[in-house]
């Protein structure tokens, strides 16, 4: 079509190229947006991520596993979902590694509970190390030594009519290797003072074993010792 003259004799500039300027040409065809972040952002990005997530993202393609495996993105969650106090160190074999590994200490720990809980006498036997150089020291502080005494001294206690429904809080892992030890807060009921629990563990044959079981209470005047 002719172009209009306009009144000073000029022509009109030609119509904008909607296409060409409003299109914005991917530099890097086939590739996300994601994927071509700076890798501080990728970090902060992953950060807000759940375990489950950030390894269903480590399978989708080269790149994102790349980005999925970093060991800062691991850091980040392991400090959301665990603790800040071990900030300074640095795991051996990556953050990765020290969060999973955690998380089967946790799990560990929670059957340990669970045990007390439903007073199953021959899983406890299956958690602790078959080891004469286990020890156990329940909130009577009565130290028990080695395997088969540690073992009577949990079937004294499951013989009680009463149960243990421990409610535990503020636990705390540290991992060195093939031991761990665990530190948390139990409460048996909301007026007593809580018992103050060291566990520790070590890896054999490829599970981990309670090697060391400590627990102690602050007891009121009118608080009686409940052993466990």
Same mark, same amino acid.
């Given at each position: 079509?002719? *172009?209009?003259?306009?009144?000073?004799?000029?022509?009109?500039?030609?119509?904008?190229?909607?296409?060409?300027?409003?299109? %914005? %040409?991917?530099?890097?065809?086939?590739? *996300?947006?994601?994927?071509?972040? =700076?890798?501080?952002?990728?970090?902060?990005?992953?950060?807000?991520?759940?375990?489950?997530?950030?390894?269903?993202? *480590?399978?989708?393609?080269?790149?994102?596993?790349?980005?999925?495996?970093?060991?800062?993105?691991?850091?980040?969650?392991?400090?959301?979902? &665990?603790?800040?106090?071990?900030?300074?160190?640095?795991? $051996?074999?990556?953050?990765?590694?020290?969060?999973?590994?955690?998380?089967?200490?946790?799990? %560990?720990?929670?059957?340990?509970?669970?045990?007390?809980?439903?007073?199953?006498?021959?899983?406890?036997?299956?958690?602790?190390?078959?080891?004469?150089?286990?020890?156990?020291?329940?909130?009577?502080?009565?130290?028990?030594?080695?395997?088969?005494? $540690?073992?009577?001294?949990?079937?004294?206690?499951?013989?009680?009519?009463?149960? &243990?429904?421990?409610?535990?809080?503020?636990?705390?892992?540290?991992?060195?290797?093939?031991?761990?030890? $665990?530190?948390?807060?139990?409460?048996?009921? %909301?007026?007593?003072?809580?018992?103050?629990?060291?566990?520790?563990?070590? &890896?054999?044959?490829?599970?981990?074993?309670?090697?060391?079981?400590?627990?102690? =209470?602050?007891?009121?005047?009118?608080?009686? =010792?409940?052993?466990?």
């Amino acid at each position: 079509m002719p *172009s209009t003259p306009l009144t000073n004799g000029g022509t009109p500039p030609p119509p904008p190229d909607v296409t060409a300027s409003t299109v %914005v %040409v991917d530099d890097k065809p086939g590739v *996300s947006m994601m994927e071509q972040l =700076v890798p501080e952002i990728t970090t902060h990005a992953l950060s807000y991520l759940d375990y489950p997530s950030l390894c269903r993202l *480590s399978m989708t393609n080269s790149l994102m596993r790349k980005a999925a495996n970093d060991d800062n993105a691991w850091k980040a969650l392991y400090h959301k979902d &665990f603790t800040l106090e071990q900030d300074g160190i640095t795991p $051996v074999n990556g953050w990765k590694a020290y969060y999973a590994t955690t998380r089967a200490i946790i799990s %560990v720990n929670t059957e340990f509970f669970s045990i007390i809980r439903g007073r199953a006498l021959q899983e406890m036997a299956r958690l602790w190390l078959n080891s004469d150089y286990v020890k156990c020291i329940h909130a009577s502080g009565e130290l028990f030594s080695g395997y088969n005494e $540690v073992m009577q001294s949990w079937q004294l206690c499951f013989n009680w009519e009463q149960g &243990f429904d421990f409610q535990v809080h503020t636990v705390r892992t540290r991992i060195l290797t093939d031991m761990a030890w $665990v530190t948390m807060k139990a409460y048996l009921n %909301v007026d007593g003072g809580p018992f103050l629990i060291t566990n520790v563990f070590e &890896f054999h044959n490829g599970r981990w074993h309670m090697v060391h079981h400590h627990s102690s =209470v602050m007891l009121n005047d009118d608080q009686q =010792v409940v052993v466990h």
